[in-house]
T-cell receptor, first 112, second 111 residues
Framework: NAGVTQTPKFRILKIGQSMTLQCTQDMNHNYMYWYRQDPGMGLKLIYYSVGAGITDKGEVPNGYNVSRSTTEDFPLRLELAAPSQTSVYFC???????????FGPGTRLTVT | KQEVTQIPAALSVPEGENLVLNCSFTDSAIYNLQWFRQDPGKGLTSLLLIQSSQREQTSGRLNASLDKSSGRSTLYIAASQPGDSATYLCAVRDSSYKLIFGSGTRLLVRP
């Protein structure tokens, strides 16, 4: 039972490059979320989705884009990477009623 | 705007001690509150979830309480062990499915 998987685990980007962080869940959850965690801080919501084809902004959406074409996948796109986007990115999902959220292992991104 | 605060930011205790971690939130209109554990370089593991209508939840040596009216939750860890060393995060969920996180408490249990 894989749960929530994220790829890659680590990535170093140069300023101005683009990349997509992948997130997949195998629990048939409707709700999916992207968070970022800066050192010594809690998590902040970037984007979330309540089902395939539906996405909405969270607290810190600037510089990111998402899509949700299937129930399983919720990729996060970074265009024109900036040093301020250096962070650890977590994907999460939750089932009907959005009770408990289950988290992936995270992607550690450095932009230099 | 909902804000979640966790005190203390760091805690160091000898093995075997009972301890309490605190979480406070500014808006009592929450849907639920969740406590997580995060090991260094790892993701989050859900420990306990308390619905807004509940007062407490227990799992093994862990007990979490919720007082919505005062905007507080506590996580009680009994008979602490070195394996309990981690960062503990609390998060509240509002009606829009979003989780608002505190900054966490870093716990070190010394052998």
């Amino acid at each position: 039972n894989a749960g929530v998987t994220q790829t890659p685990k680590f990535r170093i980007l140069k300023i101005g490059q683009s990349m997509t962080l992948q997130c997949t869940q195998d629990m048939n959850h409707n709700y999916m979320y992207w968070y970022r965690q800066d050192p010594g801080m809690g998590l902040k919501l970037i984007y979330y989705s309540v089902g395939a084809g539906i996405t909405d902004k969270g607290e810190v959406p600037n510089g990111y884009n998402v899509s949700r074409s299937t129930t399983e996948d919720f990729p996060l796109r970074l265009e024109l990477a900036a040093p301020s986007q250096t962070s650890v990115y977590f994907c999460a999902s939750s089932g009907q009623g959005a009770y408990e959220q289950y988290f992936g292992p995270g992607t550690r991104l450095t932009v230099t | 705007k909902q804000e979640v605060t966790q005190i203390p930011a760091a805690l160091s205790v000898p093995e075997g001690e009972n301890l309490v971690l605190n979480c406070s939130f500014t808006d009592s209109a929450i849907y639920n509150l969740q406590w997580f554990r995060q090991d260094p370089g790892k993701g989050l593991t859900s420990l306990l979830l308390i619905q807004s209508s509940q007062r407490e939840q227990t799992s093994g040596r862990l007990n979490a309480s919720l007082d919505k009216s005062s905007g507080r939750s506590t996580l009680y860890i009994a008979a602490s062990q070195p394996g309990d060393s981690a960062t503990y995060l609390c998060a509240v969920r509002d009606s829009s499915y979003k989780l608002i996180f505190g900054s966490g408490t870093r716990l070190l249990v010394r052998p």
